[in-house]
């Protein structure tokens, strides 16, 4: 099996074909999640201003990619393996800030990151062993309004974060005004798959 890339920006796009898993990773998947330049199809992509499809499927011979007929032949061979192999590349390499109301709420995000192999940072993304910066921000909060002086420095994270951030609901109350328009999910049974689905979700910076 091989992999088939496609990296657009408006009308322009650029496509590679029969990729192995390790070119993938270091030309595609390693700097689509560190938000660094892709060079594709003679190119440079800025993940920021770009969609990204990836195919798996049989490798494709020359009869196949002849007359620009080979995304076609791709898509009719292969399955779309995007969101999971960006969450694949985003639990290897990431680190994720948290910035929380409570510390207990906050131990609620680290144990569910922990159990997708994630490390948690604060939210300047300091934390001892943990060099790299953070690939998103989670704000968690367990109530409606929270203080004043945590809301100022969530304001200043969110600032820093090139939109890469979603809030989580610990409680059944609304989301504090300030932050309603932010994407966010609610504590539930399975706090980290919704967390490997809203990492998936989100866009490079």
Same mark, same amino acid.
């Given at each position: 099996?091989?992999?088939?890339?496609?990296?657009?920006?408006?009308?322009?796009?650029?496509?590679?074909?029969?990729?192995?898993?390790?070119?993938?990773?270091?030309?595609?998947?390693?700097?689509?999640?560190?938000?660094?330049?892709?060079?594709?199809?003679?190119?440079?992509?800025?993940?920021?201003?770009?969609?990204?499809?990836?195919?798996?499927?049989?490798?494709?011979?020359?009869?196949?990619?002849?007359?620009?007929?080979?995304w076609n032949h791709a898509q009719r061979s292969g399955r779309t393996v995007t969101r999971e192999l960006v969450a694949g590349a985003v639990r290897d390499a990431a680190a994720v800030a948290v910035h929380a109301e409570t510390a207990a709420?906050?131990?609620?995000?680290?144990?569910?990151?922990?159990?997708?192999?994630?490390?948690?940072?604060?939210? &300047? =993304?300091?934390?001892? !062993?943990?060099?790299?910066?953070?690939?998103? @921000?989670?704000?968690?909060?367990? $109530?409606?309004? *929270? +203080?004043?002086?945590?809301?100022?420095? &969530? =304001?200043?994270?969110? !600032?820093?974060?090139?939109?890469?951030?979603? @809030?989580?609901?610990?409680?059944? $109350?609304?989301? *504090? +005004?300030?932050?309603?328009?932010?994407?966010?999910?609610?504590?539930?049974?399975?706090?980290?798959?919704?967390?490997?689905?809203?990492?998936?979700?989100?866009?490079?910076?």
């Open positions: 099996m091989a992999f088939h890339v496609e990296i657009r920006r408006g009308h322009r796009w650029a496509r590679e074909f029969n990729l192995d898993r390790e070119r993938l990773r270091r030309e595609v998947l390693a700097p689509w999640t560190t938000r660094e330049t892709i060079r594709l199809g003679d190119r440079d992509w800025e993940p920021a201003e770009c969609s990204l499809q990836i195919m798996e499927g049989p490798e494709l011979a020359g009869p196949d990619l002849a007359f620009g007929r080979g709420g906050r131990q609620v995000i680290v144990e569910a990151l922990g159990e997708l192999g994630i490390a948690a940072v604060d939210r &300047a =993304g300091e934390e001892s !062993g943990v060099d790299q910066e953070p690939m998103a @921000l989670i704000l968690a909060v367990e $109530t409606a309004d *929270p +203080p004043r002086a945590w809301l100022y420095e &969530a =304001g200043a994270a969110v !600032g820093s974060a090139g939109g890469r951030v979603f @809030l989580v609901r610990l409680a059944d $109350t609304p989301a *504090p +005004p300030e932050l309603a328009e932010l994407p966010s999910i609610r504590l539930g049974a399975d706090l980290a798959s919704a967390l490997a689905g809203a990492l998936a979700e989100l866009g490079p910076r």
